[in-house]
């Protein structure tokens, strides 16, 4: 046995390789070769490129590059490959986030698991590091046919290949029908199998039975519901459920029906550690929203609702107390399938359809009820793993048992050929000088799935040379005899991984400050409406109305023209202003619950948008900068701030300080204390009676210099 695979196995605690990674090896996995992995999830495709990773460390001393699509993703593989293979003096690293970075400390790292798009990015900064890397191993492959993320993933392999053409690259997924596409196009080899440790069956679920296709027929004790009954059934031989559900509120609403019957099967003792969570779950943010309150409501009795409109930290604990096995059930919706690790002994999908404003309610595709089926059975736990999908009547179990059952996946299709992705594209790729001129951007994309899949660049030819005419119009890219060259504005676009649209509105808008009255909202309202926004908040019955009375009272703060009330994207104009107004409503220090009320933005959903707001007013200052208009920097700078914190402007001496949040800034404040200097006068036993006493002698430390404290200045001018 090769030395990289008895090492592997031994730190993974295993005695011997399955029939993949066998397979694998088969396949020259230590020969160099390339190869697209299929088989189902919990087979041991990471080993696979784990037992890779050590060869090319080890023995290439070379870097191995892993690409997750989330970030969360990053963080579970990081946590786990630091914790694996740090004691054998393999140094491991993380990289998300930050696209105006070339994260220079990865030159000292081995192993580094990286987002798709920040290892572009990092492409885009010139990353001396990246010519080091041996072995890039891509997970989630299949994630080429998402309309959002497929494209720079495909484009991102394409990169990687032309800049690494000795390096190895390992493909995995567990659900792609047409692979052998995907590996002729990666002159890969195939490993494809069906082997999976845990035996998954899959069913049907109506009439309060539960049909298998290669196992027993399960009846259920006809109680109200049958998402109930099959509960009870699971509960009773001691085991967990994850359910997925279409929508946020869906899942709100049945992890609260359910509760109230679960905690019914809980012993004292997990009541008494339930309630602790719950506790931990409620207090995630300074003061707790509805929302909160309701999730630490059904914790307490053994169950949780998992969406994207909770914050990060409440997922992260949700997870792991799911792990530990003290949550029973997780009521989700979809993205969870994407997301972390978390299989469960039965898996249930009750809502099969999701609407689509304009068509209705269709069918999910194969391919995602593949990924959240394929959750059930965890290994050390489960001899098998149960699937299952909930059918109303009998003909629609019918409907479901050809097309989910029997039925096979999609095919992977590349999604190149959107507009906005071709331009963010075309822009990196000129700007890089990996292409600098017409032809030499087809022959790139004459490398790419899209090219290989369709067989000719017909479709996107035209299109890249229309939006070459953009860039030269906006001022992003010149051409000189035939040669296109990015200006300097068009080269710190692209770092800093905007939309060249985006950026051009920015331009524009910008230019415009000596003719508009510049406030914060007129920052607000410009980053809204960029494309690294949508979806923009939707406009409700009546709000239509309400909003454009209230554009035209604040026509003169808006940077760029707006639409006439008769033209097509007014609407899409005014969804965008409700936008900016949400996050002006945030510095002006509303809550996360009366911004949830009035927005219907959930805490998780605000959180990630002050992210992209922040990132957003950074690009605007950067570019700026290019253009020497000077006199709006000041503005934009106070503007970031206050979106940090979500303070009014007076409170800006005060949250810089550790421990002060908005919450207790605006405390301290209404109490006459307004600065560092109020703070150090005021006694300590004052102090804590405002913000208690462990937070006043934590503040006292730091503005009394008797602890090292690093204070985050504030650059307002």
Not at 268 to 294: D, Y
Request: overall charge positive; aromatic content about 10%.
């Amino acid at each position: 046995m090769e030395e990289f695979v008895r090492k592997a196995l031994e730190i993974s605690k295993f005695k011997e390789l399955n029939p993949v990674q066998r397979e694998a090896l088969e396949r020259g996995l230590l020969k160099g070769k390339n190869l697209v992995v299929f088989a189902p999830t919990s087979s041991g495709k990471t080993l696979i490129a784990e037992i890779a990773a050590l060869k090319t460390i080890l023995k290439e001393k070379r870097k191995v590059v892993y690409l997750v699509p989330l970030v969360a993703l990053a963080n579970e593989k990081y946590e786990t490959f630091k914790k694996k293979y740090e004691k054998i003096g393999i140094k491991v690293a993380i990289s998300v986030g930050d696209f105006d970075s070339s994260d220079p400390f990865l030159a000292n790292y081995d192993w580094i698991i990286v987002t798709n798009e920040k290892l572009e990015s990092l492409i885009r900064h010139k990353a001396e590091w990246i010519k080091d890397i041996g072995l890039v191993i891509v997970d989630e492959v299949h994630l080429l046919n998402d309309p959002s993320r497929g494209p720079t993933l495909e484009v991102l392999i394409t990169l990687l290949r032309k800049i690494l053409p000795k390096s190895q690259f390992i493909l995995l997924s567990a659900t792609i029908n047409n692979f052998y596409e995907i590996a002729a196009w990666m002159n890969a080899e195939i490993v494809y199998s069906e082997w999976r440790p845990v035996k998954l069956y899959k069913g049907i679920a109506y009439d309060f039975k539960i049909k298998f296709f290669d196992w027993n027929e399960i009846k259920l004790n006809e109680l109200e519901e049958i998402e109930k009954a099959i509960v009870d059934y699971v509960l009773k031989n001691r085991k967990q459920i994850l359910i997925f559900v279409s929508t946020r509120r869906k899942a709100e609403s049945l992890a609260e029906k359910l509760s109230k019957f679960v905690k019914n099967f809980l012993g004292r003792s997990e009541k008494e550690i339930l309630n602790k969570i719950s506790l931990e779950i409620e207090n995630v943010l300074e003061v707790p929203t509805k929302q909160c309150k309701r999730e630490a409501k059904v914790i307490r009795n053994g169950v949780a609702f998992h969406h994207a409109g909770l914050l990060g930290k409440q997922k992260r604990i949700i997870e792991e107390n799911f792990r530990k096995g003290l949550i029973k059930i997780i009521v989700a919706t979809p993205t969870m399938a994407m997301g972390v690790n978390l299989p469960s002994w039965f898996v249930v999908v009750r809502d099969v359809k999701r609407y689509y404003p304009g068509f209705g309610s269709v069918y999910l595709p194969v391919l995602e009820v593949e990924q959240m089926l394929g959750r059930a059975g965890r290994i050390d736990y489960d001899k098998e793993g149960f699937g299952v999908l909930v059918a109303r009547n009998e003909d629609e179990a019918r409907i479901l048992e050809d097309r989910y059952i029997f039925g096979e996946p999609e095919r992977i299709r590349s999604k190149l050929a959107s507009e906005p992705a071709l331009r963010m594209h075309t822009l990196g790729l000129i700007s890089t000088n990996i292409c600098n001129s017409l032809e030499s951007l087809m022959n790139f994309f004459e490398k790419t799935f899209f090219a290989y899949q369709f067989g000719n660049l017909f479709l996107i030819e035209e299109k890249i040379e229309e939006i070459i005419e953009d860039l030269k119009d906006w001022d992003f890219v010149k051409e000189r005899k035939g040669i296109l060259i990015a200006t300097r504005l068009g080269k710190r676009i692209s770092e800093l991984y905007l939309d060249p649209l985006s950026a051009h509105r920015f331009v524009d808008g910008l230019k415009n400050w000596n003719k508009r009255k510049i406030t914060e909202f007129s920052f607000l309202q410009l980053a809204s409406y960029s494309r690294e926004m949508i979806p923009f908040l939707s406009l409700r019955s009546g709000e239509f109305f309400e909003y454009s009375e209230e554009l035209e009272k604040r026509k003169e703060e808006i940077l760029v023209d707006i639409p006439e009330e008769w033209e097509d994207e007014y609407e899409e104009f005014l969804s965008a202003f409700k936008l900016a107004k949400m996050f002006e409503d945030w510095i002006n220090e509303k809550t996360e619950d009366e911004i949830l009320d009035k927005y219907k933005v959930t805490p998780g959903e605000l959180w990630n948008r002050l992210q992209i707001m922040d990132w957003l007013l950074y690009s605007l200052e950067e570019i700026a900068l290019i253009l020497k208009i000077k006199e709006v920097l000041k503005v934009i700078r106070k503007t970031r701030v206050r979106v940090e914190y979500g303070v009014k402007e007076e409170l800006l001496p005060l949250v810089k300080i550790k421990g002060i949040g908005r919450i207790r800034a605006r405390k301290l404040f209404n109490s006459k204390i307004k600065s560092i200097s109020d703070l150090r006068k005021v006694p300590l036993e004052s102090l804590a009676k405002i913000v208690g006493p462990k937070i006043a002698k934590k503040i006292k430390d730091q503005v009394e210099g008797r602890k090292e404290v690093k204070e985050k200045q504030l650059v307002l001018g």
